[in-house]
């Protein structure tokens, strides 16, 4: 069974461009959510989707959108990117809402020049 | 406010021995506790998890023990093996909530 797949795996943007970055959830899953992951903050939630609605949303400024397509899988956009915003986005998914357990995939390394 | 600490950025033990990693946390609506492994360039991998209705759970060479009045949550690792070396997280979440709430991470070093 294939893992979460995360993509691009690195990118490097200026300040003010937007990015996007995709996920691809394992095969069933339903729930997808993300994370971002700094080396001060560890694992920050950004938000959860569950069936195309976003049913959480972390602490995180309006640039930071997402959505879930019909096939669960899910992008997330960051537009008018800051320098604080180079980090490790992490995608995750489980079998169904409250499951517990996530399963991570390698991430999107994002560096913001 | 960060909910779920680690106060041990960094552990290093000989190989063999018991490696005891440690997490605080302050919100008392969590009810579901996992740690996670991390090695450099991959997304965490699931180890192990407890429920607020156990104190103590077994997988093989890991053990999660939750002491709920001290808000407190221990992973054994017996016997620490080198590929064990990686960065450890304690997550937690509370009912019906997807949300994973993490701490900072303690990165466990197995010494030969």
């Known amino acids: 069974k294939a893992g979460v797949t995360q993509t691009p795996r690195y990118l490097i943007k200026t300040r003010g461009q937007q990015v996007t970055l995709s996920c691809s959830p394992i095969s069933g899953h339903r729930s997808v959510s993300w994370y971002q992951q700094t080396p001060g903050q560890g694992l920050q939630f950004l938000f959860e989707?569950?069936?195309?609605?976003?049913?959480n949303k972390g602490n995180f400024p309006g640039r930071f959108s997402g959505r879930q397509f019909s096939n669960s899988r899910s992008e997330m956009n960051v537009s008018t990117l800051e320098l604080g915003d180079s980090a490790l986005y992490l995608c995750?998914?489980?079998?169904?809402?409250?499951?517990?357990?996530?399963?991570f995939g390698e991430g999107s390394r994002l560096t913001v020049l | 406010d960060q909910q779920v600490k680690q106060n041990s950025p960094s552990l290093s033990v000989q190989e063999g021995r018991i490696s005891i990693l440690n997490c605080d946390y302050t919100n008392s609506m969590f009810d579901y506790f996992l740690w996670y492994k991390k090695y450099p360039a991959e997304g965490p991998t699931f180890l192990i998890s407890?429920?607020?209705?156990?104190d103590k759970n077994e997988d093989g060479r890991f053990t999660v023990f939750l002491n709920k009045s001290a808000k407190h949550l221990s992973l054994h690792i017996v016997p620490s093996q080198p590929g064990d070396s990686a960065v450890y997280f304690c997550?937690?979440?509370?009912?019906?909530?997807?949300?994973?709430?993490f701490g900072t991470g303690t990165r466990l070093t197995i010494i030969p």
């Open positions: 407890i429920s607020s209705i156990k």
């Open positions: 989707y569950f069936s195309e609605t976003q049913r």
């Open positions: 997550a937690a979440k509370d009912f019906g909530n997807e949300k994973l709430t």
């Open positions: 995750a998914s489980s079998p169904s809402q409250g499951a517990g357990e996530l399963f």
